[in-house]
């Protein structure tokens, strides 16, 4: 490893060596006493402002001996350090961090002085709640770390930086509780993290894959929530988080499946009422992933899945329609993805535009023209807003909806009792973390079911869920 | 670590197969069949096989207590290549074992699912995941007894609410009118459905056994018989001199509710829920004999995802051959090779106690 | 090794293979699928003997264009004949193109003469039949049950829809029709007693002028195949009379009185209505409450005993004096009386009309063997013979 020589050209030249890009720049200042100095800085994400008020204008007026201690002492940055490295020197610079070489000195002085780009933080669009908190977190690791310390005023807290990522070098903050997360959890994320060689980290989701013990699954294995409030209930039950930089959605480990079902506010509510969402929640997800495969399967295989009458107006709208039952919900299950993936990446006013143009005109003109029968556009209308019940499962829930479907056309009501035994055997058989994703209902931990698709009174929940297996279990005193 | 490959079944989930899986069986097929030989006696045969079983259940499960697997506690007595060799005598009885429930699966589903006689290719499907099944081990399904149990009792329920308002349960009357003969032979032909402890056997030494396991996985499973016992006496009381004539006796007992006529088949929410409980009982047998075949072969990965493939794509082979002989292989099964069921799950269990005592003893 | 390698990728063929025959299944739709646009959805079905063997009558729902928005049911009615009643199905298919399915039957009318020679004969087919359900409604027509699937109701769309309105839970509760279902009316008939009842649907012409409401609008009632709207008159259609049935064939027909006692027997009656004498002059009462039973007492001999207990209160008098008395719906000391008359003769006539055809209608065979067997080996062979009867009839009054 190349080291700092103390000839100040030299260094400066090595390090502008490492650093050719044309944005990484040198700055050449002189103490009043002569002493010269070079400031290396990255032009776009170093605050040029701080460098000049913290780190430039004091050593103007340095004097006595040019040690890295001395010069540390006269730089008012409160975040400093002292590094011989070349390459270290160099990896702070693509920081943001300014690197201050001196003539005489074979080590380096890193000042903390680089810029910040955040947005405020704000409430995040997919988790929303009525009531309770609103902050949502950010890009920035470092704040969304201090949302966290500001809920956690314990030294239980632990934040360690990890870094991720050859040339992104990404900083995931590992957080969890002291004595209440397990050990063989934390170092196994710590492992996981550890392996990953992956060029670049744009967003938490990168590591999701190396989380997850089942990659190439379509099932979700690891956490995610945009809201602090969720991550520290989360680290408070005995879960291990991940907040990438760059990213507003943190990780959480081990993931429960029933995670999903549940929102903060539940946690605002009377219990009565939270039970209720809860539940409706998954009603609304099963119709959704069901009904329109059941109603496919009814026409083909089973009418008396439907009353006669109910089956009358079927056959009555379907007359005309120039598609087989199972093409013709498949057509418009299609449109409806297309319109979703349309109007969530389209500008918002085109979005607004192209809603009417979806609902209104494709839907009506397409019943009026006989290319789709109006009972198919309702079941699919009903479990597309169904499917948004539980919006963090939207990816599986929606390909688990297309398969039922091919399968209900294909084989029938049979198939969809197959494929149904399919997905709970597989899920059945997932744990991440030594954690099983069906739990606490498989395996069966009473006391955990008091805050499942149920929700007990908060006096109730006095124990972290036994499924964490937290060495730390009581949480109510 | 992915699958809990490494996992125990624990007691609970044993209990919970007692309880609530193992009843699931009985009220497909075995209701009419038991009516078309001992009409309204169809309980005491019924009684009789599950006092049987239940003294089989007990038996196996005291077998636990050793914490060996069945090739571990023969191979104790008879050495590894003697032990190898009734493990898979075992395991080719269960495989037949499967034959029985395959066969009122697939004319379930052919009769419940369908308006119309569908083709076999609806059937295939259920071998596929069958062989996903199977290529599990049998340690890690404990856990969707968790989920299946609850489930099935709920369904079962659902389907006795909807169903016990129709019933005359004074059809049952009066007792003994099919006479010692017909009993017998409801009784012998019922065997073929009663063979739970042998599903048990594969299982030894991939659970703990707890104080007083054998007297609770008992209970359970005469709790379980008990609902089936419930069912049977509602089947009759429905159905009366039809019975007989009335296969896949859960599917059709709740279609007489007032309210179906005006919201439809709602109680399908509730037969599904009982064929999605069945398709794993169903598949029970045949990953016991998958186990037996690893117990004897040493766990390979691989192996076993070639057994179950290979067993699962010659049954679904057998049942083409069968399509339209499907009745007389479930007749031939039940009434003439029931005899083979007893040697099983009630020797194999009592001779394997009896071994292990007389070598104490010597 | 190689044979390792080879196995760990079967599960994954297996995968891309079912997931081929899947698509393949989902967008080909040919592998004898019969889905709802190739499906006879038959509402009812009338059969009917004739020289061949049976002349089957279908009522078919005809679906609606998706462009209506009026509610109501069309219907098509196709006739068909055969040696057997599966034949005539399979007629029908042939006919049409379409596949009959018999799912959603609510209705089986069976002709008169059909009725009373080996009922069984016609219903085989029906209880044999997986996919059919036996909980739809049986009864008979008074002449020929296709004729009258076919007529023109002038109170529905279709004439299956009318009649099936006949057995409503609410008529039910007016003691004047007895409707019963395939599968009761088959565990009687397969029972010990060998009997059963059916209703007996007779359908009257609609006296006046043609309603221009009635069935032929607002869903387009009646169908091509038969019947042919306008020409024909509108028919109404009335189930007050029972047949009844032992050992396979129809023995007897119970007038609408007769009828009433058996619904008060089975204490179905509630809000139904009968007339009693008050001095002379004819009364309505109306029954609140309605206990009713047949137990058999076979202690010294056969004995039967019919239990009626109603309460009861003034519904209508034919002559209304106005008086304080008179004002409220308590029925007179002496009406009671005469109501209990009334029911008992009502009674004794139902008693006689089943001993006289054979039938034992109220299962007494069933109840002895259910009872005893030693008995009814004693008495299985003469039982009804043996039968003697006592009636007890209590009429009360709201005080």
Redesign the interface.
Known sequence: MKTLSGDLKKDADALKKLLPAEDILTFEFSSEKGLPFIAVFADPITDKELLGEQVIRPLKHFEGKPTADMVGAQITSPEMKKEKSLQKLAAEVLSGNPVILWEGMDEGVVAGTKKVFTRAIAEPSTDVAVKGPREGFIEDVKTNTSLIRRRFKTGELRIEMLEVGRRSKTFVALCYLEGTAIKETVEDVKKKIGEIDIDIVPDSSYLTHFLA??PYSLVKQVGTTEKPDIFCAKLAEGRVGLIVDGSPIALTVPYLLVEDFQSSEDYFVPPYRATFTRLLRLFALVVAIYLPAFYIAG??????????????T???????IPF????EM?LVLLVLEVLNEASIRMPKYVGMALSVVGALVLGETA?SA?FV??PAIIIIAFSGIGLYAVPNLIEQTSVVRLAML??A???????I??L???M??YL????NF?T?L?AP????VGKDLRDSVLKYNLGSLDTRPKTLKSPNRRRLK | MTAATQKRIAPRQIYLLLACIAPIGKIVYLPSHLAHYAQNDLLFPAVAQLLVQSLAVFLTLLLAKRGMSFCQLLEGVFGKIAARIFVGIFGLFLLYASLLPLLEQQLFVQSEFYDTLPSLFAFGPFFVFCAYLCSKPLSSFGRTWDILAPLAAAAFVGVMLLSVGSADFGALAPAGAAGGRGFLRATASATSWFFDAALLIPLLGKFEYKKGMAWKGTLCYLGGGAAVLFFLATFYGIFGPLAETQLFGFSKTSKYFSGITVLGRIDYVFIYALALAMAFYVALPLQGAIECGMQIAGEKKYLRTFLSVAVNALLFALLVILEYRLKQALGVISDMLFWIFPIFFLLVPALSLLIRRRRREV | MKFKRFVHTIPMKLYILLAAVILFAFFSNDFGLVDIQKTAIILAAAIDRTEEGFSLTAQIAVPKGSDRTTGGTSSVEIQSEGQTVSDCLTRIYTKTGWVPKLVFCNLILIGEEAAKEKVFDSLDYFLRNEYMPDSCLLAVSEGKAGEMLSSQSAIDDASSLAITKLFSDAAQKSGKVMPNSLKDFTMGMFGVSESGYLPFVRSTPQQGEQSAEGGGSGGGGGGSGGSSSGEEPQQIYSADSTALFSKDKMVALLPIEQTFALSLLKGKVFAGTFNAKEEGKPVTLSVIENGGGVKLDSKNGLKAKLSVDLLVRLCCRSTAVPSEENIGDTVPAKTLEDAKGVVEGYLTDLWDTCKQSGCDLFSLKQSLYRSSLKKYAKWKDNFLPSLSFETDVKVRTRK
């Open positions: 013990s089942r026409q083909l295989f089973k009418l008396q899945l439907f009353p006669v009458k109910l089956l009358l079927i056959a009555g709208s379907i007359r005309d087989s039952p199972s093409l498949l019943v006989g029968s109006t091919l399968v056309g294909s084989v029938g009501t049979y198939g009792i197959l149904t035994a399919f709970l055997l059945v058989t997932t744990e030594g099983p069906l209902f498989s395996p069966i």
